[in-house]
């Protein structure tokens, strides 16, 4: 894995390389290295490890998407800010199966960082709701509750946000 800014120059001497080949009428090759180049800028975006980290959630092996994470060994230098966001928010979805405390502090990060799409962040404040739940912190948990609602365009997690009230109203 490569830092940010190394992807960047990278991206930078391809296209330099694909102007020269242009220059020597060799443009299928220098269409190439374009295409080359914009793989690079494309990574500089959309990171790979996270892109990987993600599949690996989506058929729920934690274990495996926790590998991947790790591999990133210094998110400031190797991600750009949404991210780090999105980092944060994968290893406190990991770590809330374990460590509530961790969990809540890699979730505030995310939300401060920034997610770029509201389902994700409906999510996080779901799952800061559910911490603050346990505990005792009801006021908190509801303030969450209804951002997470606002947030939820979809209606995707409104099973959850019902269930999640319905405790609260046990408290």
Do not use: C
Not at 8 to 36: C, D, H, K, M, P
Not at 45 to 54: D, H, Q, R, S, T
Not at 78 to 91: D, H, P, R
Not at 120 to 136: E, F, H, P, Q, V
């Amino acid at each position: 894995m490569f830092n940010k800014n190394i992807k960047l120059v990278l991206a930078a001497a391809v296209v330099a390389w694909a102007v020269y080949l242009f220059t020597r009428n060799e443009i299928l090759s220098g269409i190439s290295l374009l295409l080359l180049a914009g793989m690079f800028v494309l990574l500089y975006f959309k990171n790979e490890i996270i892109v990987l980290a993600f599949l690996r959630l989506r058929k729920q092996d934690f274990e495996g998407a926790q590998k991947w994470l790790d591999k990133i060994k210094n998110p400031e230098a190797a991600l750009v800010t949404k991210q780090q966001g999105y980092y944060n928010y994968l290893n406190g979805l990991m770590i809330s199966q374990t460590n509530m405390t961790k969990a809540e502090k890699y979730f505030k990060k995310a939300i401060k960082l920034g997610l770029s799409m509201d389902q994700d962040l409906a999510m996080a404040k779901l799952n800061l709701a559910g911490i603050a739940m346990s505990k005792r912190r009801k006021r908190e948990a509801q303030m969450l509750l209804t951002e997470a609602k606002k947030l939820d365009k979809h209606n995707m997690l409104t099973d959850q946000i019902r269930m999640m009230k319905q405790q609260m109203k046990r408290i």
